[in-house]
Each structure stands twice: as structure tokens, then as C-alpha cells.
């Protein structure tokens, strides 16, 4: 059975990119503009990996990881942040609140797919 991916992200096009690369590798793909509406869509189903963005309208990047981890059925989900921000205060404080992966964008789906593959040990 495919591993369900997570992407949250308040660009379109980005989410279209991402998306194609994962369901390319085989992967299944959940979509979010934004952390709350992630956070609405963790309705008990598998994932079993979310990527999200920093910044973000209504609930940021790190607001939804701290979230994610409230939730006793997503607690131990990894999480990757797909992101602009490079700055190392706000990496550790992704890292603090639960983030496992911090990349930075643009980057090659090559590079995605290695970090996915090491955070999803099959």
C-alpha cells in the first residue's frame, strides 16, 4: 500500500510541484493551503508524512507542527518543512517544536525524494 504524503502549502503551483514529484515515486498526496486546514484534514486516515511551508496565512508552518503534535494519532508523524527561510533561529525553533527535516526552496525533486525516502524508511 502507498505512503500517504501531507503537503501544506499556501502556493498552488507548489503544492502542484510537489505533488507531482511524490505521486511519481509512487506516493499518495493530501493537499493544504494552510496549517488549519491541515490540522482539519488529520480526520484519523494514514499519513505518513507531512511537508509544509513556513509562512503561511491563518496557521504558519510551526504553529501547525506544534499542532500536529497535540494530536495522539499524529504525534510520531515526521514533518519537513519546505520553506524560503533559511534563517537558523526559526530552524531550530521548527526543530523545537517537532519538525524532523528542514529544506529550503528552490529545491530539486531529486533532493526532495531523498529526504522523503530518509524520513519514510519503507
Known amino acids: 500500500m502507498a505512503k500517504t ?3 501544506v502549502d499556501d502556493s498552488n503551483s ?13 506516493y499518495e498526496v493530501l493537499e493544504a493551503a494552510n496549517g488549519a ?9 494514514k499519513v505518513n508524512l507531512i511537508i509544509s511551508d513556513v509562512n503561511m496565512p491563518v496557521m504558519d508552518g510551526i504553529a501547525l507542527v506544534r499542532e500536529v503534535k497535540k494530536i495522539p494519532a ?5 514533518i519537513m518543512m519546505l520553506t524560503t527561510v533559511s534563517d537558523e533561529a526559526k530552524k ?7 519538525a524532523r527535516a528542514w529544506m529550503v526552496k528552490p529545491f530539486l525533486p531529486a ?3 531523498a529526504a522523503v525516502t530518509k524520513l519514510l524508511p519503507s
Open 111 to 113: 533532493q526532495m525524494l
Open 14 to 26: 507548489l503544492r502542484q510541484v510537489v505533488s507531482i514529484v511524490l505521486k511519481g515515486a509512487g
Open 92 to 98: 531550530r525553533e521548527g526543530q523545537a517544536a517537532g
Open 37 to 45: 486546514e491541515a490540522v482539519t484534514r488529520l480526520d484519523g486516515r
Open 74 to 78: 499524529y504525534k510520531f508523524t515526521p
Open 5 to 7: 504524503v501531507m503537503i
